[in-house]
């Protein structure tokens, strides 16, 4: 139960768009289409923003995409603005019924 | 509205126990699958547990395996989380965290504001 592997941080302006790379493995992202993307603002529970690889629920922008090529996810921000900014989890469904969270990555607008 | 409120969280000796609840409403509780997540200090996110909506299946993460044990009681739309065997690593915000399906095939879809659980002498 190794957790998924994300960049420590990633930065843009306002306006740009950023990704956000999580790598796992066969067991977990490559072998489920049962990924998700949380968003955490400090002292905030974590909020969903994206599941089943690349939907969104509902009331959130759509501007946060996703996808997933191997055993590979991403998120992307379009538009990045400054309420972006805010730490971002993905997660898995593994091979033994279980969950992993990402290792997290901070999103800073310059 | 989906609610979760946990509460149970205290500092707690190494070697000790604690049991956590989650009282939750705004959604069918016997119906979803049910989870804790974990958030030591300034650190990730760490899945825990889940149970199914029945109470029937459960599923650990190997770093509680054998020491923390899940639980609902469906009656009172209450999830629990006994810990055993505490370590100094125990040392979390623990958040409940609804499932978007029945069993653990699905993601953590709402969550609680988290209890606060320290371990030290």
């Known amino acids: 139960q190794s957790a998924l592997t994300q960049p420590a941080s990633v930065s843009g302006s306002p306006g740009q768009s950023i990704t956000i790379f999580c790598t796992g493995t066969s067991s977990d992202v490559g072998g489920y289409d049962y990924v998700s993307w949380y968003q955490q603002h400090p002292g905030k529970a974590p909020k969903l923003m994206i599941y089943?690889?690349?939907k969104r629920p509902s009331g959130v922008s759509n501007r946060f995409s996703g996808s997933k090529s191997g055993n590979t996810a991403s998120l992307t921000i379009s538009g990045l603005q400054a309420e972006d900014e805010a730490d971002f989890y993905c997660g898995s469904y593994t091979s033994g019924s279980t969950w992993v969270f990402g290792t997290g990555t901070k999103v800073t607008v310059l | 509205e989906v609610q979760l409120v946990e509460s149970g969280g205290v500092l707690a000796q190494p070697g000790g126990s604690l049991r956590l609840s989650c009282a939750a409403s705004g959604f069918s509780f016997d119906s979803y699958g049910m989870s804790w997540v974990r958030q030591a200090p300034a650190k990730g996110l760490e899945w825990v547990s889940v149970i199914s909506g029945s109470g029937g299946s459960t599923y650990y993460a190997d770093s509680v395996k054998g020491r923390f044990f899940i639980s609902r009681d469906n009656s009172k739309n209450t999830l629990f989380l006994q810990m055993n065997s505490l370590r100094a690593e125990d040392t979390a915000l623990y958040y409940c965290?609804?499932?978007?399906?029945?069993?653990?095939?699905?993601?953590?879809?709402?969550w609680g504001q988290g209890t606060l659980v320290t371990v030290s002498s």
């Open positions: 965290a609804k499932y978007s399906h029945y069993d653990s095939r699905g993601y953590p879809d709402y």
């Open positions: 089943d690889v690349s």
